[in-house]
């Protein structure tokens, strides 16, 4: 890939526990993500993907491995890259505003660009109004929204979303698919999606990666062609849905089925 925005090759995490024994989490995952693109990651509880993603958004060391953003070496959180963690009631700070949490983001910026920038933030995710609302006085969705503002607010070339709508209803996560969607359509970003749900997966994505169980690896790449823009009522029930959930499905079992089988031998 020509323009690859963010390279992952090799990339190896072994992380040391408590009891001094070192846990290989990541084995050797490598994967290029162009620009304006949008890629999940689905596996197996427990495989490593909030490890990788950590890696690659630069939280977390490698131990081995190479991980370049616009062809530079990661070694920090680089600021064109922002994340929405799964937990968005531990993720937004209590005590600051909606508003002011959505400003954490722009902290690069002078206040009064800072100001038009959340502003607009808050717009793109439908909280305009709510900015003097404090994280506890809205919904779990709604706060979701917030955290999404908040990553967007900086104008990221990648966003990584880990698990991001796991902890909110049915209806209230295809909704906050479809705010992700029309963030992507209409802004320049490309967004690294950690999810369980494959059907999020096919529905949002360009290309699905499937790790296997720890220590992970990918175990495929599925490329989603389907038109755009999506929609829950008409995307999901295309016959080339079904075939792609399927096939993704097909492959995560797979790897949980391998899992299953470490486990035995444990
Ligand atoms: N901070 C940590 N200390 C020790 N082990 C960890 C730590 N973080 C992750 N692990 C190990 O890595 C495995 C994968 O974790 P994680 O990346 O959260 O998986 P996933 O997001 O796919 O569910 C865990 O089962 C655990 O064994
Ligand atoms: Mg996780």
């Not at 902890?167 to 320049?188: C, F, G, K, P």
């Amino acid at each position: 890939m020509a323009d690859s925005l963010l390279t992952i090759k090799h990339l190896k995490v072994s992380i040391k526990s408590r009891d001094g024994l070192v846990n290989e989490v990541t084995r050797d995952v490598s994967l290029e993500i162009g620009e304006h693109e949008f890629v999940s990651l689905v596996g197996p509880s427990g495989c490593g993907k909030t490890t990788l993603l950590r890696a690659a958004s630069g939280l977390r060391t490698p131990t081995s491995g190479n991980l370049l953003f616009e062809g530079k070496p990661i070694t920090d959180v680089p600021p064109g890259i922002s994340i929405v963690f799964q937990e968005y009631n531990k993720s937004l700070f209590p005590w600051l505003t909606i508003g002011k949490n959505v400003a954490m983001g722009a902290r690069d910026y002078l206040p009064e660009e800072r100001g038009r920038r959340v502003e607009i933030a808050l717009k793109q995710v439908g909280l305009s109004g709510f900015a003097t609302r404090y994280p506890w006085e809205l919904s779990g969705g709604m706060q979701q929204r917030a955290a999404l503002a908040r990553a967007m607010v900086s104008n990221p070339r990648i966003l990584m979303m880990d698990e991001p709508f796991a902890s909110v209803d049915a209806l209230t996560r295809n909704h906050l698919e479809d705010v992700v969607q029309e963030l992507w359509i209409n802004s320049n970003f490309s967004a690294l999606m950690v999810t369980h749900d494959v059907g999020e997966a096919v529905y949002l994505s360009d290309r699905v990666f499937v790790l296997s169980s720890r220590p992970s690896t990918i175990l495929a790449e599925i490329k989603i062609d389907l038109p755009r823009p999506r929609s829950q009522l008409e995307t999901r029930k295309m016959l080339r849905f079904v075939e792609l959930q399927a096939e993704v499905l097909e492959r995560v079992e797979e790897a949980g089925r391998q899992s299953v089988g470490i486990a035995d031998r444990d």
